[in-house]
């Protein structure tokens, strides 16, 4: 009893805590100094404007940062800012190439666009890199728009940047919530609740042992009759009885339910993998399309983890971490798990070539539906339309992976009661929707009404 009224304090508590330590963060900023400074800070921002529209109309010049994401999808398999890989390094390559050879942006364009045909229409120029670089031949990039390979080049032309320190930006880590301290805090509640056990035990026992004694040596021990009489009133007073037998009942059926319908539901399961594979640096800041790697979800039952090929297709370039970091992610931390992905696949960085050593890695399987369940990724990706983020949540924002939805029977359930078929343009449903429109009488379905609830469909 005593130990169950203790969980919800000290649950209730941390919860009212956390939430007045927030809003006394956000007062924290002082009035009187923003009064004062928005008169300057308005004319600030108004000439900032007014130079930055003057500056980017005489100069059309690109966006280093759109141009950091198309440079990594299309270049950074050959091509590194600073380091030669099967291509040269490319680091203000613009300026290198107009001071020491005299090409312009027009030769830039077309070189990008078809390497090969610039080489075989005898430039100098092309010729001499492709032999310098054993003939190995660039891809061919004719959809890059002008615009485009603006925005690539603004980002080669980029000064590197001095290694930043750690703790630069706070990256909001958003957790699985479950996992944190609720499970630690209880397991020392529980031991402490067995600690006090004991030693009421012991304490019995020694009063049981002295009376004994007593007993033996015919000592006289005095009966305390103001005790009964408390004892016998309080359960005389049959309110105060029924009110702590209620309130007893309550609180444990609260806990005993609660308990039981966690059983095999691990929403926030959060382990940690062999590799910090961070999906807000990939699919977040560098905005890789999430089937770029899991592209099995689009066509098969399963969606899958890539096999770290994939990973090599960027990584044979990319050795070293240079976005934001945190005190608790330093870039040292991140060049040390690209590291662990060299040691797996094998890869020297130094001779650029693969050792043959290789060393499988074992990531831990988060979402995992039983056995006798049947979920099919394409169904729900390509035939319903929907989009990752709506069972997996904000994916593109976790550092590590974590179960997002509880995936039991219930949210299948409830998605498929109030969700729409996707007939418009579904060549799949134009007969099932004709016949479904007869039947109903109406112009909209849910899955449940083309037998999205049958059990058949989801047990084997
Ligand atoms: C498949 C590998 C590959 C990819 C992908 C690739 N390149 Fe190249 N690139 C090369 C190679 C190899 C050379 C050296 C010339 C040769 O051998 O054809 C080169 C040369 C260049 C040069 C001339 C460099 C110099 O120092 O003269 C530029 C500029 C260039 N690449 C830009 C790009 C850009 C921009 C992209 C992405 C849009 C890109 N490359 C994608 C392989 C690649
Ligand atoms: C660069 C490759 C890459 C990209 C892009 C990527 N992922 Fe992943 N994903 C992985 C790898 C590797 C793992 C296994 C390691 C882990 O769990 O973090 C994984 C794991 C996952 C898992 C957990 C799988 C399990 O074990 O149950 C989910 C869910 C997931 N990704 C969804 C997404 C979504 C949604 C996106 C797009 C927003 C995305 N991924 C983009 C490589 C990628
Ligand atoms: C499409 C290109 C691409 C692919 C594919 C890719 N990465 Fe990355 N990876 C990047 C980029 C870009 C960065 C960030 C580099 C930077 O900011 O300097 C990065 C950073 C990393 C880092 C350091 C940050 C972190 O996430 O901890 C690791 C480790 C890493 N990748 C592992 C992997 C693994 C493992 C795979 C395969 C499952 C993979 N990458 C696939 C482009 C890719
Ligand atoms: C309708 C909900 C839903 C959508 C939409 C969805 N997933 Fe899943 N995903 C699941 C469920 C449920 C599982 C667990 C499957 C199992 O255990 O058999 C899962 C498992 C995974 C896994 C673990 C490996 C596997 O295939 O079992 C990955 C990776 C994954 N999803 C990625 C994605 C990506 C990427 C997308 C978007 C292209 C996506 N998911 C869209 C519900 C969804
Ligand atoms: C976010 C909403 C959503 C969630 C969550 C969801 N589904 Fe679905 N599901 C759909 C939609 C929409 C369709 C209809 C796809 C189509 O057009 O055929 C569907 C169709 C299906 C079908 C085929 C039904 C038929 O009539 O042929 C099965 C089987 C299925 N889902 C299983 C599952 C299972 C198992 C889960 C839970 C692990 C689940 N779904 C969770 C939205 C969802
Ligand atoms: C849309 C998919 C879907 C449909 C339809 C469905 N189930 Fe389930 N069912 C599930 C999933 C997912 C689980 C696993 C839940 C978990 O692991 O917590 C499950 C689990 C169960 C379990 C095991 C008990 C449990 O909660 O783990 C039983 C029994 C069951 N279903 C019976 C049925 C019956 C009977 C029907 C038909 C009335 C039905 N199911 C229809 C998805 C479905």
Redesign the pocket.
Known sequence: MLFLCEIFITRYCSICMKKSYQSLEGNSTNDMKQVTHRNLITRLILSGLILLLTYSTAFAQGDPVTGKTLFNTNCAACHNLDKKMTGPALRGVEARLSEDQGLDRDWINAWIRNSSAVIKSGDAYAVKIYAENNNAAMTAMPQLSDEDIDNILAYTAQEKAAPSGGGEVATTQTSGGQNEGGISNELILGALAILFMLLALGLIMVNKTLRRFANANNIDIPEEGQRKSLWKAFIKNQFLLLVITIFFLLTSAYYVFGYFMQIGVDQGYQPV?P?H?S?KI???DNK???K???SSARVSKT?G??SLN??MN?HKSIYEYTGETTAEYTKEFYDAEIMKLYKAVGWSDEDQQYTGETQPIK??????LPDFVYYNHSQHVTVAGLE??TC?GP??TME??Y?YSPLTMVWCLDCHKKTNLKTKGNAYYTKIHEELAKKYGVDKFTVKDNGGLECGKCHY
Request: with cysteine; net charge negative.
């Open positions: 993998q590799i594979f999906h990939h699919a977040g890789i399309d999430c770029f790697c899991h969606s983890i890539p994939v990973c960027c990531w831990v399987r988060i979402h995992n990752c983020q997996h994916v593109e590590e992976v179960q």
